[in-house]
């Protein structure tokens, strides 16, 4: 049987007004009940993506922060195959991308996503802290909902919200997302760009 606490993720997000700005991980700080989301798309074929990697482990390591890396598999027309890639995260990526959140930004990594509304590139990194407050601080207000689950069998969850069996209005959206994932992955890289390093990898998509 699954581990619940590290493959089922069911929040709903309440966040006030949280400005400033930062410049390290240090100056971060989450509010209770608010949990934020960031998405980190990568490769370990990647150069770009090492200083991104870094970044994304270090703001898993704070509270209230849910961090997913999220590994892309284009790469693997140019370069060695990245055994993390996972097509559903090249296709959650250009989702991102057909929503018009990420306005200029092209389809590569790395990439940032905070909160599903709030995209960060390569070129903007030394901004990563400074977005990463900025996308916590946007006024999102939902009302609290009660969520159940529970295991028919040891393939089946059943999750339920009790309160949504009312007829929904057109505007009223909910989407329960269950991700497995790797919380630490150790790779010597012995192709490609990153050839002969060892690098980390946090929280790695599985499934």
């Not at 990568?42 to 150069?47: A, E, F, L």
């Not at 509270?63 to 060695?80: Q, S």
């Not at 393939?155 to 009790?162: C, I, Q, R, W």
Request: neutral net charge.
């Amino acid at each position: 049987m699954m581990n619940l606490s590290r493959t089922i993720f069911l929040f709903l997000l309440v966040v006030l007004p949280f400005p400033g700005h930062a410049q390290t991980i240090d100056d971060v700080k989450v509010p209770d009940g608010s949990p934020a989301v960031v998405e980190l798309f990568t490769s370990t074929n990647c150069s770009a993506c090492i200083e991104a990697d870094r970044i994304l482990y270090d703001i898993s390591k704070k509270k209230n922060v849910i961090a997913l890396g999220c590994h892309i598999d284009y790469w693997d027309e140019n370069t060695m195959k990245d055994p993390t890639g996972l097509e559903a995260c090249t296709y959650r990526q250009w989702t991102y991308k057909a929503s018009g959140m990420m306005s200029g930004t092209d389809i590569r990594v790395p990439h940032f996503v905070i909160n599903g509304d709030r995209s960060v590139d390569q070129g903007r990194l030394k901004y990563f802290y400074t977005s990463f407050l900025a996308a916590i601080g946007r006024a999102y207000i939902h009302q609290p909902l009660e969520v159940q689950m529970k295991w028919k069998d040891q393939e089946t969850l059943y999750v339920t919200m009790p309160e949504t069996n009312k007829e929904l209005d057109d505007k009223d959206s909910y989407s329960v997302w269950l991700i497995r994932y790797q919380d630490s992955l150790i790779k010597k890289i012995e192709d490609g760009q990153t050839a002969g390093r060892v690098l980390r990898f946090t929280n790695v998509v599985k499934s």
